[in-house]
């Protein structure tokens, strides 16, 4: 089995050449066939002079793109350099090296998508704000694909050359959950495995605003409703429409029956007519939407 080690990284001089050497040593020790792919996604300081004398192959972008853009890359990167396994792991050293084995034993158990679950296993540390986005984020794909998922967000895991030819990521913000839902609706087999999750050394870039996280994280479950869910992220804000219109509608009839009557109310009656016709609108938008989701 040809597997390649993937990672991201941005502004990593600090941690990738550790990183790297600790790879090499599990995956020596384990005789594994292997090479390790950095993205380096367009860094500032020497991530990738750093990581090619750490015995790294790298490809560097231009200029920062972010995770979503790291991973398309390294799926295509992956695909010519002809994986039958790919195993993702991020460069800050929260995710442990030496476990990379655990993952890589279920691809040849025949599972297509391995998931490192921090939830199953250990957290050294996480804070709160995270700790709930991920815990909402995997109970949303958990509902979507029907399979109960504990980590949805997780960076480290490992799927099949299979899996990158045919799961297909478009998304710029939800590519761990994409590539999730996508997998299980395409009936690829997917497992979760407990992992180590360590305290970060420094400050997380991901999340120095606890309040902009949240609020992103809250963004982001929106999206995934909205491109796996339409009939549901649409019907029931249409229903919600219909709703306000029904109340007002029955605000008109008082009115007509034991008030001055309905057109002493023509504006009140005219909005009503227009927040109808929009729930109405909404929900058959919800139904076109279903028939060309995602899938």
């Not at 090296?97 to 655990?102: A, N, T």
């Not at 395409?186 to 120095?208: C, D």
């Amino acid at each position: 089995m040809n597997v390649i080690i993937t990672i991201p990284a941005y502004n990593e001089e600090k941690t990738i050449a550790a990183l790297i050497g600790r790879i090499h040593k599990i995956m020596k020790s384990n005789g594994y066939n292997y090479k390790i792919l950095v993205i380096d996604d367009g860094s500032r300081d020497r991530t990738r002079h750093v990581a090619k004398k750490a015995g790294a192959i790298v490809y560097s972008h231009p200029m920062n793109y972010g995770l979503a853009e790291c991973f398309k890359t390294e799926i295509e990167q992956c695909l010519k350099l002809n994986a039958n396994a790919i195993l993702h792991i991020d460069a800050d050293l929260q995710y442990q090296p030496e476990e990379i084995p655990k993952l890589l034993k279920e691809i040849e158990n025949g599972y297509e998508l391995v998931l490192g679950s921090r939830f199953k296993g250990e957290i050294e540390e996480m804070p709160l704000v995270k700790r709930l986005g991920n815990i909402a984020f995997s109970q949303v794909v958990s509902q979507i694909t029907g399979l109960k998922i504990s980590d949805a967000q997780t960076g480290f895991r490992a799927f099949t050359k299979k899996v990158a030819e045919d799961v297909l990521i478009t998304s710029k913000h939800t590519y761990t959950q994409e590539q999730i839902i996508r997998a299980v609706k395409q009936k690829f087999k997917v497992k979760e495995v407990p992992i180590y999750f360590a305290k970060r050394n420094g400050k997380s870039r991901l999340i120095g605003n606890p309040f902009g996280y949240a609020l992103r994280a809250m963004i982001n479950i929106i999206r995934v409703y909205r491109d796996f869910e339409p009939l549901k992220f649409f019907g029931w804000i249409g229903a919600f429409i219909l709703s306000i219109g029904f109340v007002l509608g029955l605000y008109l009839i008082y009115f007509q029956f034991f008030g001055e009557g309905i057109f002493r109310h023509f504006g009140l009656m005219m909005l009503d007519i227009l927040v109808l016709s929009l729930g109405l609108q909404t929900i058959i938008f919800a139904f076109l939407a279903d028939m060309n989701r995602v899938r």
